[in-house]
Nanobody, 123 residues
């Protein structure tokens, strides 16, 4: 069974940093593009960042550009989201997703999803 398992969320103060991890169960995902999305209370899920299977291409939402960094370690079957200078508006459940193909920013383009990890940023 394909699994994506996120971890690393928590409650932090504005300006702090967190690193989210997403472990994928299938070696096949080493050739998949991976993405991070988030959903704040009362809002639709939105794109955060994506990375190609070799890690050469990355793309970010404007709201996180310069503060968040996506990376991956295929030897560990893990993709990361380093989040710096966190703001209260970053509060959301963060989801990891995988797709066969190149980087993508739309939810429907992803085939596999994790259960999410909660990030809360206090002011």
């Amino acid at each position: 069974q394909v699994q994506l398992v996120e971890s690393g969320g928590g409650l932090v103060q504005a300006g702090d940093s967190l690193r989210l991890s997403c472990v994928y169960s299938e070696r096949t995902f080493r050739t998949y593009a991976m993405g991070w999305f988030r959903q704040a209370p009362g809002k639709l899920r939105e794109f955060v960042a994506t990375i190609s299977w070799r890690g050469r291409n990355t793309y970010y939402a404007d709201s996180v550009k310069g503060r968040f960094t996506i990376s991956r370690d295929n030897a560990k079957n893990t993709v990361y989201l380093q989040m710096n200078s966190l703001k209260p508006e970053d509060t959301a459940v963060y989801y990891c997703a995988a797709r066969s193909g190149d980087v993508a920013t739309r939810e429907y383009e992803y085939d596999y999803w994790g259960q999410g990890t909660q990030v809360a940023v206090s002011s």
